[in-house]
């Protein structure tokens, strides 16, 4: 069965210090991946998504950065971090077609920027 | 774009009720998914629904594609079901997912 993996789990980073974020998937090959942020416990807006090793759509301007260096490895990164970075990420993954269908969620990660 | 709706916002339960959330959206989709974000932050799938009624357990799920909605079912709460439930479509244009605002549920023991 497929799984999906991110850590870490929780962070605490002060202003303009960097960040990494990894997730990866197992169980699957050539999945769509997405990197997501909820704020306020409601909704979630999505930041990036990747439909392939290197290929990478950003939906939204932020001082965030993804990389996909792997087919199942999508990594979140910013070389200096905002107060307005802190959130709670998450990590998805949905099977490669040209219509995604069921999407699924890592465990998430609480970044903490002060 | 498809704009998501859910009700109600919130909802507070005595373990052992019953419950029904709606989630209404504005334009024919064929993919839609119900979602449970625990108290931790996890979000688990429940049920993806884009037409007809499924169930597992004490939870079911039935969309009506033609009128656009869905309605999520839980019986015989308990504790447990306490989370904010999402229903969310997939826009097929760019990987976009459009999720209603959620409904809180609290359920009291």
């Known amino acids: 069965s497929q799984t999906i993996h991110q850590w870490p789990a929780t962070l605490v980073q002060p202003v303009g210090s960097p960040l990494s974020l990894e997730c990866t998937v197992e169980?699957?090959?050539?999945?769509?991946l997405y990197w997501y942020r909820q704020a306020a416990g409601r909704g979630l807006q999505l930041l990036f998504y990747s439909v392939g090793i290197g290929q990478i759509s950003s939906e939204v301007p932020q001082n965030l950065s993804a990389s996909r260096p792997q087919d199942r490895q999508f990594i979140l990164s910013s070389k200096k971090l905002l107060l307005s970075d802190s959130g709670f990420y998450l990590c998805?993954?949905?099977?490669?077609?040209?219509?995604?269908?069921?999407?699924?969620f890592g465990e998430g990660s609480w970044l903490t920027v002060v | 774009g498809i704009q998501v709706e859910q009700s109600p916002p919130d909802l507070i339960l005595q373990e052992g009720a019953n419950s029904t959330l709606r989630c209404n959206f504005s334009d024919s989709v064929n993919n839609l998914q119900w979602f449970h974000q625990n108290p931790w932050g996890q979000l688990i799938n429940l049920f993806y629904?884009?037409?007809?009624?499924k169930q597992n357990g004490r939870l079911s799920a039935t969309t009506v594609a033609t009128e656009r909605y869905s309605l999520l079912y839980i019986s015989s709460s308990q504790t447990t079901d306490s989370g904010v439930y999402f229903c969310?479509?997939?826009?097929?244009?760019?990987?976009?997912?459009?999720w209603g605002a959620g409904t809180k549920l609290i359920i009291k023991p």
């Open positions: 169980g699957t090959s050539n999945p769509n």
């Open positions: 998805a993954w949905s099977v490669s077609a040209a219509f995604p269908n069921t999407i699924y």
């Open positions: 629904i884009p037409s007809g009624t």
């Open positions: 969310a479509v997939f826009m097929d244009s760019n990987y976009q997912l459009i």
